[in-house]
């Protein structure tokens, strides 16, 4: 028996996240839509819906009757900074207007990132903090939560660390980039496995994260040092002082007091268990 008689929809099904994600919510018994562009295929188990969010037309038959909505689809791999602010933002208010026609009670959960926060924020990102982004995708994200919170939907945003996991080589891209931005290895980053990804998504599902911003990570925020050498990669050390100690990290206790458990707890699990 479905979980759910109405189905959920969710976008972002090819990516990253989606991909991980849409097998855990049918394998959990959800009737899951999934929003598709081009004639792509789907996760197995999910019902493949055509349809773009940059065409509002095109939204309504992947809204209508739905229970809730996972907007999982977003873009920042890219120098494209117009083509973020109109995926991440016009695509987000073009489904926000879908549901608010065709599907009112829907529950909107919104996909976000822990990058909104300050750089230089003096504690780890927390919820109350204000979003003060610098770059076009954490930016474009915190419009499209504005949007989603004054929408009268109801909504809940997560906002996820990096993420990796399940053979996705997310970590094995990231040395690179700390070593190219000169970040301090001893630098701490915050970070969540796809597995906590469908733990979250489905207390968000249940309601407890209504009306809510929440921050999801694991249990303990990593230096950049010891995860390049997980991936084989050694950083140059320093023991010069670390400005801007909390970059990278935030502050998930309110998750963990509606109940939110991850369970992966570490990174150091991951490997063990082999879970990368």
Not at 4 to 20: D, N, S
Not at 130 to 141: G, L
Request: aromatic share 6%.
């Amino acid at each position: 028996m479905n979980k759910e008689l109405k189905p959920i929809l969710i976008t972002g099904v090819t990516g990253l996240v989606g991909a991980r994600l849409v097998p855990r919510l049918v394998d959990a018994g959800f009737y899951c839509r999934a929003l598709v562009r081009d004639g792509k295929d789907a996760p197995a188990g999910a019902t493949v819906i055509e349809a773009d969010l940059l065409n509002a037309a095109s939204l309504a038959a992947a809204v209508k009757n739905v229970s809730a909505i996972i907007h999982l689809a977003a873009v920042f791999r890219t120098q494209d900074v117009d083509l973020i602010w109109k995926s991440n933002l016009e695509g987000t208010r073009n489904l926000i207007q879908a549901a608010k026609a065709y599907a009112p009670g829907a529950r909107f959960i919104l996909a976000s990132t822990t990058h909104v926060y300050n750089k230089s924020n003096p504690h780890p990102g927390r919820e109350s903090d204000p979003a003060d982004p610098h770059h076009a995708y954490p930016a474009s994200k915190a419009a499209a939560e504005k949007e989603l919170r004054e929408s009268g939907l109801n909504w809940s945003i997560l906002r996820f660390p990096f993420v990796y996991g399940d053979s996705d080589k997310h970590l094995e891209t990231i040395p690179e980039h700390f070593i190219a931005a000169k970040w301090h290895p001893a630098m701490r980053m915050s970070t969540i496995h796809h597995r906590d990804i469908a733990t979250a998504v489905n207390i968000a599902l249940e309601g407890t994260m209504d009306s809510r911003i929440v921050n999801i990570a694991d249990e303990a925020p990593t230096t950049l040092y010891e995860l390049c050498k997980l991936v084989g990669v050694t950083m140059e050390s320093s023991s010069e002082p670390l400005t801007d100690p909390w970059y990278l990290h935030s502050d998930s206790s309110l998750a963990r007091s509606l109940g939110f458990q991850p369970v992966v707890r570490t990174v150091y699990q991951a490997v063990q268990e082999k879970l990368l």
